[in-house]
């Protein structure tokens, strides 16, 4: 064997055989694979969190095949009508794992209101103002108003007492979450208006509010939908009887979260004489 592999023409031959099955076999398979083309979607507009895609923020591109993530998408149809989940780059391809089919909690009543209610937003004047940026979305709370309409007092207006918040958002226009822990407090935004679900009745107001720059949030209750949702419901009712008076005298909503105690009245209390301890009730002189 190793008067074989000193042979140098043997070896010669070998090395020879094996460079031309490299350069006639494996190289032009390589070659092949990556010659391969695809088409896929890129980018053609700055994305930003939250947004719909739409037709003109992406375009369908030809590149190699070779090397591609799984999870790339390749068609427009794929995209259109999805929401980002991420910042997109001109020029970035999108991947199924950075765009949902449903927007974030924070404007999903943005995609269906149906008239009967509308989103409006409140700016946030002070820290204070906006409870320390404690607000989540979700929250019931009630909206003080400071000398309201120049009267001298400050009251939370009756169609204001429950309202539903949509988002809380920071001034860069990204939503402050702020019900999440962060790592870095320094680099977290501090909210600068919140957003509301309200009626067309609750949204005048609030816009006179706003125009006023005096108004207050207090928080009533966070917790479950169900929970959150009675309080809408009264809000609902009040507001339904301030446009409909004579609909004054039916029972209050409010008693399905509160309850009522009733005092005793003067018909049923047994007046007795202090001195024989006799019901003086029935009596008459």
Known sequence: MMKFMKNRTVVG???????????FGITPLFNQSISQKTEIVRVAKKIKTGDEITKDMVQTVEVGAYNLPENILKTKETVIGTFATADFAVGDYILNTKVSQTPAYENAYLYNLDGTKQAISLTLKTFAGGLSGKLQSGDIVSVIAPDFREQGLTIIPPELKYVEVISVTAPSGYDANTGEQTTDEDERELPSTVTLLVTPEQGNILAELEAEGKSHLSLV???????????????????????????????????????????PSEQSVDNKNPQTGESTANKEE
């Open 13 to 23: 031959i070998l090395c020879i055989a094996l460079s031309l099955l490299i350069c």
């Open 221 to 263: 209750f966070r917790g479950d939908n169900e929970k959150a949702q009675q309080f809408i419901t009264i809000q609902e009712d009040v507001i339904n009887k301030i446009n409909h008076p004579e609909l004054s005298e039916e029972p209050a909503a409010e008693e399905t979260i509160t309850e009522v105690v009733s005092e």
